[in-house]
């Protein structure tokens, strides 16, 4: 039977091991998310961004490792604070800057902000707001693409602490379970849903406990440590890829921020902070890399430089770029004209 | 003779035999051949094409959207309409806003076993077609005939964006055709189901019958009644309602759902605004009694509109 195949199939064989180059590439990509947040924040004290700012501080390894180890034909499913893996799955500084600052040239074209933005027919699903429902939306892309005969595919979306105690993440992971669809699930355990901490969203020892009720394979990680997070990535990828069935990844790490740039974080317990699970996992890479020997202080520092200067220009082109207009919007919420209302007010 | 289910059950099969894209999704749907048996044999003839689902409707539309973003064309069984409230996240907040927001189109059928029957009760009777006509994004259809659950289920799977089917569960087995059609009137296309000169009946799935019934008790006393069957709640054909009230310059609404925000309060709010110098005498409508549906025959069959509580509506419409 297909479903105990799943369930059973041996799953020994070694990932690939993590390498300089790949160690590299991953922080590069952390670096310029890092840095493209902090303009973010700058550009939201300034008053210049529309809505509001959600960073992912402090969660660059985990997130960079999820869409560092995806392809194209792979599907997508970022999060919150995923800016660092949507960078490692093939979105820019440049549509991110677009879509925060309301440019009519980003890829939302200012009908939707910030977070919520992806490129569905590139396999870059775009979130909506309501937690878990992305689950289930990568489990049928991996089912459509089941059906139609395509192979060697995976599909991977992020949640928080909090987004596991809802309906949508019960239902989706347990379907793709059912269905033994190739879908990696990556609960980044920050420690806080907004303000709520974990002693009030959940009861279980560990989130990856969760697993097992599924039937599907739990992997766990220390979300501030890089090599851990690809190495831990690689392998659950790598399992689904070759029909494990789906995955579930949990990372512990800090929120190092607060929900958005307008949360003051007050309700941060100040022990956790200065506990292991509080490092900057940016800050751990840099120094990692320079024990190792790869590059010294001298070239990290030119790295951070380069990106600056990008992301500032980037930053700068943007903001001179049009901005939606009611007029141009031809405000139809259907692709097929024929079946739009043709008696609605104005 | 064909059944409405069985038009539905056979629209499903030939969208599965002409269009590889076609799959469908849902409870029980396959061995079993689905609640209803709206799937029968379906998994057979088309293996790995009918697949069973949990008893998750949030996942079951969620999964559908996914599948549809990466090309498929997925019809899913909501096992009865009511449960589809489980669904509404993943229907009004991801298929209805994709489209708007990414550009994507999100083509999937999401059928709505509807409407009271007799010992339903108040979750296996709803109507829902209001709920989601109010969201923008959707194209919701309300099939009245055995002809039109055929038709409108085969162009439902064509339309790039997402469609609720609202087929009606009373209709299912008593009503029959000899034949399904090769051609219909478009999606969006009232179509009047009876020609009368004094007074406009606006109406949709189950009542269409009701309705058609207390048109032949008025013409015993002379009086002719015609009948609007919307077809597709969104978009409504205001068009034909508009050029059947200027003949009549009378208008009853009637529709099993709730009254408040439903289908006879937008007809009655466009008819008046766009309309309001074709109305000889205030509109009038008959909708369902404002409670939970329910369960016992007796209560059930006075809480929704019948023949003769919309004859007596219309008498009053007519002043007669």
Known sequence: ?346 | MITYLEAIRLAQQKALATDPRVFLYGQDIGTFGGAFKATKNLSKEFPGRVIDAPISEDAIVGMAIGAAIEGARPIVEMQFADFSTCALNQIVNHAATLYYRTGVPCPIVVRLPSGGTSGGGPFHSQSMEAVYAHWPGLVVVTPATVEDAYSMLLEAVTIDDPVVFCEHKFLYYHLKADSLPETSLPIGKARIARQGRDATVVTHGAMLHESLAAARELAEDGFELEIVDLRSVKPLDTDTVLASVARTGRLLCVSEEWPWGGVTSEVIARVSSEGFGLLDVAPMRVNAKDTPVPYHPDLWSVHRPTASTIAAAARRLLQI
């Open chain 1, 1 to 346: 039977m297909a479903r105990s195949l799943y369930k059973t199939r041996n799953m020994s064989k070694p990932s690939e091991p993590v390498t300089e180059p790949d160690y590299l590439k991953a922080y590069r990509i952390m670096l310029t998310s890092r840095i493209v947040e902090e303009k973010l924040a700058n550009l939201y004290r300034a008053g210049m961004i529309k809505g509001g700012v959600f960073l992912g501080r402090g969660q660059e390894a985990l997130s960079v490792s999820v869409g560092i180890h995806l392809h194209r034909g792979d599907i997508f499913a970022p999060l919150i604070r995923d800016q660092a893996g949507r960078l490692a799955f093939g979105d820019t500084v440049l549509d991110t800057l677009r879509t925060y600052l309301g440019s009519q040239l980003g890829s939302m074209r200012g009908r939707d902000g910030n977070i919520h933005r992806g490129r569905p027919r590139e396999g870059y699903y775009a979130m909506i707001s309501h937690l878990g429902a992305m689950i289930p939306a990568v489990a049928g892309g991996l089912l459509a693409k089941r059906l139609a005969g395509e192979q060697g595919f995976v599909g991977a979306t992020c949640i928080g602490d909090g987004g596991t105690s809802t309906g949508a993440f019960h239902e989706g992971l347990n379907a793709a379970a059912v269905d033994g669809l190739p879908l990696v699930v990556v609960v980044a355990n920050n420690q806080y849903a907004y303000s709520t901490p974990n002693s009030r969203q959940y009861a279980c020892a560990d989130l990856v406990d969760k697993a097992a009720g599924y039937g599907v394979a739990g992997h766990k990680a220390d979300g501030t440590n890089l090599l851990d997070c690809l190495q831990t990535l690689r392998k659950a990828v790598s399992a689904a890829r070759v029909g494990g069935g789906p995955q579930l990844v949990v990372a512990n790490l800090l929120r190092l921020v607060g929900h958005g740039e307008h949360d003051d974080f007050s309700y941060l317990d100040k022990k956790l902070k200065q506990s292991p699970v509080g490092s900057d996992c940016l800050l751990l890479a840099e120094q990692h890399i320079i024990a190792q020997g790869w590059k010294n202080i001298g070239e990290l520092a030119e790295w951070k430089r380069e990106t600056e200067d990008e992301v500032n220009a980037t930053a700068d082109r943007v903001r001179r770029e049009p901005t939606p207009d009611p007029e141009e919007d031809d405000w139809e919420a259907l692709s097929r004209a024929e079946y739009r209302e043709q008696h609605t007010a104005p």
